[in-house]
């Protein structure tokens, strides 16, 4: 009898103490520490996104540095992947991605051709070519 009593006396203080513990850590300073939160930003990162920050010096323009992932080419509606060295274009059906350079371009020399790294918020996008007619339209051809 006597342990069972001891028992129950020493579940009732892990009780008491944990939930001191509870209220202090939930009450920091006064508040809640997830009150005033309306919502979780979740963020979809690419899995082919390098794990270390990289300067990139594509083998079509060697002394050249870029800093983002696509480079948009306006004149040929094409995409250089800077982290997969692979070119992104349209076929007339669908859109394709091959690291080798495809038929449009085989004998054209990139590094003179006009080209525009995107923005910083794309270079998660495997898809960037779903934003490719506001591309086409923010960047002309010369």
């Given at each position: 009898?006597?342990?069972?009593?001891?028992?129950?006396?020493?579940?009732?203080?892990?009780?008491?103490?944990?939930?001191?513990?509870?209220?202090?850590?939930?009450?920091?300073?006064?508040?809640?520490?997830?009150?005033?939160?309306?919502?979780?930003?979740?963020?979809?990162?690419?899995?082919?996104?390098?794990?270390?920050?990289?300067?990139?010096?594509?083998?079509?323009?060697?002394?050249?540095?870029?800093?983002?992932?696509?480079?948009?080419?306006?004149?040929?509606?094409?995409?250089?992947?800077?982290?997969?060295?692979?070119?992104?274009?349209y076929n007339g059906t669908v859109w394709l991605s091959q690291p080798a350079a495809p038929p449009l371009i085989v004998n054209v020399?990139?590094?003179?051709?006009?080209?525009?790294?995107?923005?910083?918020?794309?270079?998660?996008?495997?898809?960037?070519?779903?934003?490719?007619?506001?591309?086409?339209?923010?960047?002309?051809?010369?």
């Amino acid at each position: 009898m006597k342990t069972i009593k001891l028992i129950a006396l020493a579940i009732l203080i892990f009780i008491s103490v944990s939930t001191t513990f509870a209220q202090k850590r939930e009450h920091r300073g006064g508040r809640h520490p997830h009150r005033g939160r309306s919502h979780v930003v979740v963020v979809k990162r690419s899995n082919y996104r390098p794990h270390k920050v990289v300067v990139y010096h594509p083998y079509w323009r060697p002394k050249f540095a870029y800093n983002r992932r696509w480079v948009f080419f306006p004149k040929y509606n094409l995409y250089w992947d800077n982290w997969r060295n692979h070119y992104v274009f349209y076929n007339g059906t669908v859109w394709l991605s091959q690291p080798a350079a495809p038929p449009l371009i085989v004998n054209v020399n990139l590094e003179n051709e006009k080209n525009v790294e995107l923005k910083e918020e794309e270079d998660d996008l495997d898809d960037v070519y779903n934003n490719n007619s506001k591309h086409k339209e923010e960047i002309k051809p010369d």
